[in-house]
């Protein structure tokens, strides 16, 4: 069986990755996901906001006291020219590539595209082998318009392109209002992945406090259907790679994405639940199953049931809709 794949650019022994998430955090997890059976090891996030303090940091104690020791401060370096970041991830992103003998993936999670860039480079120079930038916005200004948010992701990608020569992956959001035309525009800025979908974590009320608190739960298998969706209709219609993620608990989630056309699939949830050695489970559940469906290789099975392949593309479509509910409706009265 011959699960090889490409992904934004990087030969992989198979599909399946292990996407951002606390695990990461440390070598020993890293290694252990190595062991287990992943490709390729996504990092966790290291935020806009963790760069922006350091930064402040640094520039406070740079201008304290300027008056007084004013000539002191020829001996530092400007601001512009100070490579500043977070030695803690920078140094694990290190030891992590070090270590291991897959790709590890660098990720940036912030909002807007200042600073990107430079800690892009920094994480390229520390042995990532690629980037995976994660946009978590939610536009809850009144006055900010959807292009403009749209164009706020473009400037992210073109920022973080021009300054590494790795390949660079967006974690896409699922709330454009045409999320094809999103997707070719970020293809033709330079993503050489697009990661469908970013999963927004959204909060609850504490009604015995009156208060606003986070809330986490692990995705479900039924979260699949969003992104096989438009795995499937992008397919073979954008040169970037199509990654997926959200709802992966088995191998048979695994197969759908792949017969949907995604070039990766990614897990968070379920190792969380079961433990870093699931990742074997899914590799070797993967390779039964395609032998089961008479699948000699991942390329084979790739994209069989993408919009392009199957013999009623109107199932991606307002028609399947219909008959949903039509055949939910019949369902129901008999």
């Known amino acids: 069986m011959d699960l090889r794949t490409t992904y934004m650019g990087l030969e992989l022994k198979h599909p399946i990755i292990a996407s951002a998430s606390p695990l990461s955090e440390k070598l020993d997890n890293i290694k252990r996901m190595e062991d287990a059976g992943a ?26 006291g300027v008056n007084s020791f004013a000539e002191s401060l020829s001996y530092f370096p400007a601001m512009d020219d ?4 977070p030695k803690s991830y920078l140094d694990l992103l290190r030891r992590a590539s070090e270590a291991t003998d897959i790709p590890i993936i660098g990720s940036l999670n912030g909002t807007t595209s200042e600073g990107w860039g430079d800690m892009a ?8 082998k690629g980037i995976e930038l994660n946009v978590y916005y939610i536009p809850a200004d009144l006055d900010v318009a959807g292009r403009e948010v749209e164009q706020g992701y473009l400037d992210v990608v073109k920022s973080v392109k021009s300054a590494v020569s790795v390949p660079v992956a967006l974690k896409l959001s699922p709330f454009f209002s045409s999320i094809g ?33 986070p809330n986490l739960s692990l ?16 397919y073979k219609r954008i040169q970037a790679s199509l990654g997926a993620t ?48 008479g699948y000699e290789s991942v390329g084979q099975a ?17 028609a399947n809709y219909i008959k949903v509910l ?3 409706e019949t369902d129901y009265n008999t």
């Open 39 to 64: 490709s390729a090891v996504v990092m966790f996030s290291l935020f806009e906001e963790q760069i922006r303090h350091e930064n402040a940091a640094i520039e406070h104690f740079m201008s304290a």
């Open 82 to 85: 100070y490579h500043v970041g």
């Open 121 to 128: 480079k920094m994480m390229q120079e520390a042995g990532a």
């Open 181 to 213: 035309h999103m997707a070719r525009e970020l293809d033709q800025a330079g993503a050489d992945a697009l990661v469908l979908f970013n999963r927004f974590y959204q909060p609850d009320f504490d009604l015995d406090h009156l208060e606003v608190k």
């Open 219 to 234: 995705s479900s298998p039924s979260e699949i259907r969003l992104p096989l969706l438009w795995t499937a209709i992008l």
């Open 246 to 293: 959200r709802g992966v608990h088995s191998a048979a989630e695994v197969l759908k994405y792949i017969l949907a056309g995604a070039d990766a699939v990614m897990t968070t949830s379920a190792l969380l639940r079961n433990g870093i050695d699931f990742l074997g489970e899914l590799v070797t559940g993967l390779e039964r199953l395609m032998a089961e469906k």
């Open 302 to 318: 790739r994209g069989i049931m993408s919009q392009l392949n199957v013999a009623d593309p109107s199932a991606f479509e307002r």
């Open 326 to 328: 039509e055949s939910y």
